[in-house]
Every structure is written in C-alpha cells, then in structure tokens.
C-alpha cells in the first residue's frame, strides 16, 4: 500500500548501487532491529544476515558491551576533532591501541569517517609527501581490476569495476592491473604459480612503461572483498611485494574488510604473510556502530611524512569528526571484544565447517567456484561448469538468489555472478547450518527455473 513503509522507502529515498524495485523487481526491507546475526522488518519477519550489513556489524546486532561503550563515551565526553593537536583521551588511546595491534615496530594514525576517506586521505599523504621529497610528479596510483577502494572521487578511481564510467572516472593517472583470480583469468594450460609469475612481471613492466619516477604508491586489499571474494592467486603477494621494492614504491594494504579478524587474524597481511607499508582500516574497526576510518602508517612513510609537515609546519587536511570520541571508545571496545572475546576465534573454528558446506553445495553443475578464507566466501554460478560460461546478464543469476534467499529469511549478497557470504563473527554452527539449507533451497529452485 502507498502507506507502507516499502513504499514510503521507495518514494522519498535513494539508494546506494541499486534502483528498487524496478531492477531487483523486489520491494525494499525496513528493518527496525536486530538480534544476534538476525535482522528483524517492520513486518515482524527475521532474518539471517549473512552479510554483516556490510561486511561491518561482525558482533551482530545487539552487542551490550559495544552499545554501553557508546552510550558511557557520549556521556563523558560526546564529540571533539582532531586538529590543532587536540584530540580526545580516547583518541589518543586507540591510536597507541592501532600501532601495537598494527604489524609495524612503531607508526602514526590519521583518522576519517570512512574506509573511501581513508584512501583518499593516503593518497594525499603519498601526493603530498613525495612532492615535499622534490618528486611532484610522483603521482599515479597501481591498484587492481576488481579491486574495491571506496566511492570518492579518488577512492572510485582507485575501485576496478566498470560501473566508474558513469561518472567520467578513473581520474587520469589510476593504473588497474589484472586481479590475482586463478580459476577465472588463469590461461589455457598455465599453472596458478605461472599465472601469480606474470602478474608479478605485468606489474614490473607497468612500471617500467609509466615510469617510477611517477607512481605514488600501490594499493591492494589482502582478498578483494566487493570484486566478489578473491583471494590472492598462490604467492601472489610474495611475487609483487619485491617488484615494488625494487621501484621504490609504498605499498598500501586496504584491510577495511580484512582487518580484524575477517580472515581469522588481525590483518589479512598476516593471513598471506606480507607486511604492506600502511594499512587502511574501516567497517570492522567499530564493529559497524560507528562510521569511521584510519590509515595507519608503518616506520618509513610515518617518518617521511612526518618531515614533509615538518616543512610546511602542517598538513593540511583533517575531517570534523576525525577521531571523534565517540568512535574511538567504541572502537577500543571492538578490537577488545573481536579479538579478546573470542569473536575471531570463532572464524579461526568454524572457517573449516564453512569451506565444508560450500564444498558441498559448489557439487552443484551450476556452481564454477567456491572460494574464500576465514568468515569471507563466494559461490561463482556458472550456465555451463566445464567451459566457466556465465549466465547472461549482469546480475541476473545472483541477484535472483539474493532475492529467494530473501524470500527464505536469509539475506546474502550478489555480486556479479557470485553470492557472497560474510557473517558476523558470532555465528553458531547451527546458524551456519540454517544459511547453508537456505541457501541450497534458494539455489535448487533459481537453477531449475533457469534451466
Ligand atoms: N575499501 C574496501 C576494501 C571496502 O570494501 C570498502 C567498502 O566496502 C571501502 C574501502 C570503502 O569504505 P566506505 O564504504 O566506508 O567508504
């Protein structure tokens, strides 16, 4: 009815990447609240997020200890920023929290309001820093195709997808190389170790042609989360991390799904052993109450940076809520609760009964791929298995599994041809269960409609 809340959603928002109901032919979902991994409508229906709302509410939806941070923090001391080197205690604190946790001896942070800020803000340390070090043009950006880095106008160039043409982006200058995705890019007849090989000589080449002497930095999300789950191919950053050594260039992991615990670890470096030059954190860092970002630098680039500011006695940049209080004390709370409370190791104990329920339903012939790490997993659906042939249509297969699993009281996310699969950390194996009979039903029905 005009009156009801889908349809009061529909008349007087928009929505970010989708126009319901006219592509996803679906009404919208109001939710009023949640309890543990569940989301419940303003029609009383509950429902299994198998998405942590975006990747980021990984303590659920009801967390007391998370929400009495919170309220504790607005009581004491409710907002403040972070420039002119004032800054609330619990700024202070988190920033000594993030470099302890961080896999750096010592470092500074700069904090944002989103992972996109964030990535941003590096950029403009890079721009900044090297331009100080008398190489102004040191300004291009590599990342990867299907890499996802946020929505700015910066952080949308930095993103891999196409979708960025609608708005004249990339910005000149951003480089995507090939995304590190064996089963889908590998060659005919090359092996995975071959295939990590030449991206590592693609990327050495790149450099070679733009020029060093030109490249700002390179960023790389540990397992590229909104391009669909991909994990790095075999040694893929072991291959690539001595190639931008040889160059000179700063690598920047953006660990704003990885970070803390998605893969199990604290960083997703850590899960594929590399140590980046900086790490771009968001999402999990407050556990989803918060909207806030940081860049934490290591050793090297927070002593670069730091003279390049000495020059110029600033630098000029900051957000009015940069290390707002509020986020602070809650995220002090998330990294205790996440990594103290067992949350991680939850994704460290149930990741192998994880891997054992995609296993079974990838027996599927319409499903290509399974793949993933930790509590972060897709299922790639396939028109024909054996050739990888997609279904047509962007979108078309996931998203009517997204919008069965709906129907079914479980929400999972499409992403191009995959369903993606990203719980909160405090999901039990029987919740894990019901998102894996779920999940196979709405598959079973899809497929034979499709068939
Ligand atoms: N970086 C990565 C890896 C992300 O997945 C995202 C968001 O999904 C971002 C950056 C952008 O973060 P935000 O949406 O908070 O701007």
């Not at 000589?201 to 590229?224: H, K, N, S, W």
Request: aromatic residues 10%; proline residues 6%; glycine residues 10%.
């Amino acid at each position: 009815t005009p009156q009801s809340w889908e349809a009061r959603a529909d008349e007087y928002s928009l929505y970010g990447f989708t126009d319901l109901p006219s592509v996803h032919k679906r009404g919208a979902v109001v939710l009023t609240h949640g309890e543990g991994p569940y989301v419940v409508d303003v029609n009383g229906n509950r429902y299994l997020d198998a998405n942590s709302g975006l990747w980021n509410m990984v303590a659920g939806f009801d967390h007391k200890g998370l929400a009495q941070a919170a309220k504790d923090q607005y009581d004491r001391f409710p907002g403040y920023h972070a420039f002119f080197g004032r800054m609330s205690d619990q700024t202070v604190m988190l920033s000594e929290k993030l470099v302890e946790v961080s896999p750096f001896s010592r470092g500074k942070v700069f904090y944002t309001n989103s992972g996109s800020e964030a990535n941003d803000t590096m950029v403009k340390m890079l721009w900044f820093m090297h331009a100080s070090e008398g190489n102004p043009q040191k300004r291009k950006i590599l990342t990867r195709w299907n890499a996802y880095h946020g929505v700015t106008a910066v952080s949308a160039s930095m993103t891999g997808k196409p979708y960025n043409e609608v708005f004249g982006l990339p910005l000149p200058g951003f480089i995507h190389l090939t995304c590190p995705h064996y089963w889908r890019f590998g060659e005919e007849g090359e092996t995975e170790a071959a295939f990590t090989q030449r991206l590592a000589r693609e990327l050495d080449e790149t450099i070679q042609r733009e020029g060093a002497d030109t490249i700002a930095g390179f960023f790389a999300e540990p397992v590229q989360g909104a391009g669909g789950v991909i994990p790095p191919s075999e040694g893929y950053f072991q291959a690539i991390l001595p190639v931008l050594k040889k160059h000179g260039i700063p690598m920047i992991a953006d660990e704003v799904i990885c970070g803390f615990g998605r893969t199990g670890n604290t960083w997703g470096s850590i899960t594929y052993d590399f140590v980046p030059d900086a790490i771009i954190s968001s999402k999990n860092l407050t556990a989803g109450l918060f909207p806030m970002g940081a860049v934490i630098l290591g050793p090297e680039l927070t002593d670069r940076l730091q003279a390049a500011i000495d020059k110029i006695e600033e630098f000029p940049h900051g957000f009015t809520a940069s290390g707002h209080p509020v986020g602070c004390a809650i995220a002090l709370k998330a990294i205790d609760v996440v990594m103290n409370e067992g949350l991680a190791q939850n994704v460290i104990d149930l990741a192998p009964r994880f891997e054992d329920g995609l296993r079974q339903l990838a027996q599927n012939p319409n499903i290509g791929e399974y793949r993933g790490v930790g509590f972060m997993w897709a299922l790639e659906a396939v028109r024909d298995k054996a050739t990888k042939t997609p279904f047509e249509g962007h979108l078309s297969v996931s998203e009517r599994i997204a919008n069965t699993c709906t129907d079914m009281g479980l929400i999972c996310r499409p992403l191009g041809q995959s369903i993606v699969l990203c719980p909160p950390f405090i999901l039990t194996p029987a919740q894990m269960d019901e998102m894996f009979e779920k999940l196979d039903k709405a598959l079973g029905k899809v497929f034979a409609e499709l068939a």
